[in-house]
């Protein structure tokens, strides 16, 4: 199977002999040489905002923010393979409302199978495995695919026409072309995943190192391309799952934003690692380590500036000022009562307040503040488990343009569900 793009290639190239196909040399350097470029100062930069940021939150909007967080990375991931979800459709879909059109209904499905799968890594339960191993990438793809309609388990070789089922968790049993990319033919996926175990294992590296790797092996899996379809929200989870092995991950921020926003360096960074070393300066291995360092150093680049971005979305003085704007105009609107803010104020810090308490907190009588709580829940804002329970935070999809700006590009200006954004370079 052909995916449509092509790389540019370097001129000058200097043309190395052939790995052996059964010692998965052909993905060699694995990981960047220490001291070459910024990576390892950027692996540490990560590690300091990373492991900041998640102490600001209190653990039961860590929940709540975490749903925000996977229907926006299903978003962004959507986009990366050149299609648009509206979220609103992405919101729909998981309360099983789903559109008519046959297409938008698939992108739908499509959506809530990544949001359900990202949720399982985010619970931690996932395999017991390395989230860098065949295992782990068997497991995403069968539980990914498995919610799929069948319409999207189908591949199409866009010189030939001929068309291949996937099965889910499977790996490809032919070969493939990823634009200007030839992958290891089928038979050589055994030797390409243990060199890939080997050297992507959180329990070999020192915790740093471990960091670096994700950029690595983000790209090596990638190179290898082991399905027919999936590869691109495949490696993209899977080093969500990295972060999250990593301690620096967690459900409140994701990389796939990053990625879709600089999509084009994105995608040209990727196919600039496969390409052969240069020179005898570039390294050792099979491919170029220049690129690999690139690479990496991009990766991580746009972890940490998207660790930055939600911090500063989530920070309590901003976020709760946009808050009680948004609540002025409801209750000036006569859709909430006042007081409302001072409720919403107290939940964001306390995680969740006692039915009981709201009179108390907004400055009411009990008749008050039951309607106060009433049409908190009726505007989804806040949620309960039980109809007479502990109230949380909610943040359904009508307010998050005006508590979160810029999480998504706005509403009003988003094409359609379905519609091609950027031409397609197949499922990486």
């Not at 799968?117 to 069968?142: C, F, M, N, T």
């Not at 068309?163 to 290891?184: L, N």
Request: hydrophobic content about 40%.
């Amino acid at each position: 199977m052909k995916a449509a793009g092509n790389a540019a290639q370097g001129a000058g190239r200097t043309r190395l002999r052939n790995p052996d196909s059964l010692s998965g040399d052909g993905m060699t350097p694995v990981m960047p040489t220490e001291g070459k470029g910024d990576v390892y100062a950027r692996a540490f930069e990560l590690a300091k905002a990373a492991s900041s940021f998640a102490g600001q939150v209190h653990l039961e909007n860590r929940l709540v923010i975490g749903e925000l967080v996977r229907s926006m990375n299903c978003y962004y991931s959507n986009l990366i393979e050149g299609h648009h979800t509206h979220p609103r459709d992405i919101d729909s879909a998981l309360t099983r409302e789903y559109v008519e059109q046959p297409e938008k209904r698939n992108l739908q499905l499509e959506a809530a199978a990544h949001i359900h799968l990202q949720g399982l890594i985010d619970e931690g339960k996932g395999p017991d495995v390395e989230p860098a191993s065949a295992e782990y990438a068997q497991w995403l793809h069968r539980e990914f695919c498995l919610h799929l309609p069948k319409e999207l388990l189908v591949v199409e070789n866009p010189e030939t026409g001929e068309r291949k089922r996937v099965i889910p968790g499977e790996f490809r049993d032919g070969g493939v072309a990823v634009g200007a990319h030839i992958p290891p033919r089928a038979e050589e996926l055994p030797a390409y995943w243990k060199r890939f175990e080997e050297a992507y294992a959180s329990k070999k590296m020192p915790d740093i190192r471990y960091v670096v790797a994700l950029g690595a092996a983000h790209h090596r899996f990638a190179w290898i391309h082991p399905f027919y379809d999936g590869n691109g929200r495949v490696v993209r989870l899977m080093s969500h799952a990295m972060l999250m092995r990593s301690g620096l991950g967690c459900s409140m921020w994701s990389v796939a934003r990053g990625l879709a926003r600089t999509v084009d360096r994105y995608k040209a960074l990727l196919a600039a690692a496969d390409q052969p070393r240069y020179n005898d300066y570039d390294g050792r291995g099979m491919l170029s380590e220049q690129a690999l360092v690139e690479f990496c150093s991009y990766f991580l680049e746009t972890a940490i500036d998207q660790v930055g971005f939600m911090a500063k979305l989530i920070e309590p003085g901003a976020l709760l000022g946009r808050i009680e704007g948004w609540c002025s105009k409801q209750v000036a609107a006569k859709k909430l009562e006042k007081g409302s803010y001072q409720v919403l104020r107290e939940v964001w810090y306390q995680g969740s307040i006692e039915r009981s308490q709201v009179p108390s907190i907004a400055s009411v009588k009990e008749r008050q503040g039951r309607e106060i709580v009433s049409r908190l829940v009726d505007l989804r804002v806040l949620k309960s488990e039980m109809p007479r329970g502990p109230l949380r935070l909610h943040f359904p999809i009508d307010v998050v343009e005006e508590w979160f700006p810029g999480m998504y590009p706005p509403f009003s200006k988003m094409p359609e569900t379905g519609t091609q954004i950027w031409p397609s370079m197949g499922m990486m």
